[in-house]
């Protein structure tokens, strides 16, 4: 009897209908050119939006906090595992998004999946917008509570489900800026809707913080209408360059999360040396508002690049999404961007719905003019080639 057989019919039926993963190994630093198979490339894929993984002042910090500190935390956050660094870290967060206190998880991942456990249980009700991060769809699965997705980022389909539902406790949670589409969420409307039917907000601002709003604090900023959210989630693995996540909110709601969320509790915390990384990361955005404005700005000179080659391309956000449908014509554009030195992923079911694979172009705040004017007639190129 061949106990592997299930899985390797499993890994046949996803390579006849190319939908097999293989992993691309990176030789350099994160940054807008990388090595990989011994060639320097063009990144245009990372969440690194403000080319923050190699920068060189928060790699001084964190190579002396390294210095001082050493490699590992040692244990969970209510064991041994909380330093000054950690603490400094997440009062800084709070400032930065204009709340009482914040809370760091090991992972954006982490966070979602712990918090919505901690918030909702059996008899509650959580509404999901249906393109929302895994982790959120993970963190409701866990949790017990009804969930109820509406279709995307539309409130009135939204609003249709909470008045059928009269009553109940719950919590409505959505991507800031949506993971795969880049499109952002239609804040003001869900923070009403939230507040008329009495129950709580929940953000991801995984790809809104450091992009989005004047000074890149994100979705709040972007409508104007800071402090307005209920549960305001973060991470530090995107545009500040490190790892984690981050839930910030009122004081009530971090003690009580301290106290209930499963993967904040029974998990080694991160060490002092990310701690320190992410802080000086925020401390750099703050001083350095340029930066997001040289994002914003590489975000607009692309979409206009794009469309002057005759693709519908659209983004407020890093996140651009060029739209092809089949997965293989996906694959192959990719692959023919790879041979020309452009990394632009295909990204296919089950991260996006199966006939709708894209490229998925992400930018850096760090990419040129000159750069980001070859890489589109690179795609205008290969998608012709592909199609
Ligand atoms: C990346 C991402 C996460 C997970 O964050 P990690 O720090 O990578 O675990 C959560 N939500 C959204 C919307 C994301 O894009």
Known sequence: MNKWKRMEDHLCMLRESHLYRTLKVIESAQ?????????????????????????????????????QYGVGSGGSRLTTGTTDLHIKLEEHLARFKGREAAMVFNTGFAANSGVLPALCRDGDVIYSDEYNHASIIDG???????????????????EQKILARPGRFGLIVSDGVFSMDGDIVNLPRLVRLADTYGLLSMIDEA????????????????????????????????????????????????????????????????????????????????????????LQQNIRWFCQCLQQQGLNAQSETAIIPIRIGDEAAALQASEWLLQ???????????????????????????????????????????????G
């Open 140 to 158: 409701c699965r866990q949790s017990r509570a009804e969930t109820v997705i509406y279709r995307h980022n539309d409130m009135d389909d939204l």
């Open 340 to 386: 020309h030195g452009y990394f632009i992923p295909a990204i296919r079911y089950p991260t996006v719905p199966q006939g709708q694979a894209m490229l998925r172009a992400a930018l850096m705040a760090s990419h040129t003019r000159e750069e980001l004017a070859g890489a589109a007639q690179a795609i205008a190129e290969a998608v012709k080639a592909a």
């Open 207 to 294: 790809h809104a913080t450091g992009v989005i709003g004047k000074s890149g604090r994100g979705c709040e900023e972007h409508f104007q209408m800071e402090g307005r959210t209920d549960v305001l989630m973060g991470t530090l693995s995107k545009a500040l360059g490190t790892e984690g996540g981050y839930i910030c909110g009122p004081r009530p709601l971090i003690e009580y999360l301290k106290n209930t969320a499963r993967s904040y509790i029974f998990s080694t915390s991160l060490s002092p040396v990310t701690m320190a990384a992410a802080k000086r990361a925020l401390e750099l955005i703050e001083a350095e508002p340029q930066r997001i404005q040289r």
């Open 31 to 67: 940054s807008s050119h990388i090595r990989y198979q011994g060639r320097e490339l063009l990144m245009l894929a990372s969440n690194s939006y403000l080319d923050f993984c190699g920068e060189p002042r928060i790699k001084q910090y964190a190579a002396e906090i390294l210095e």
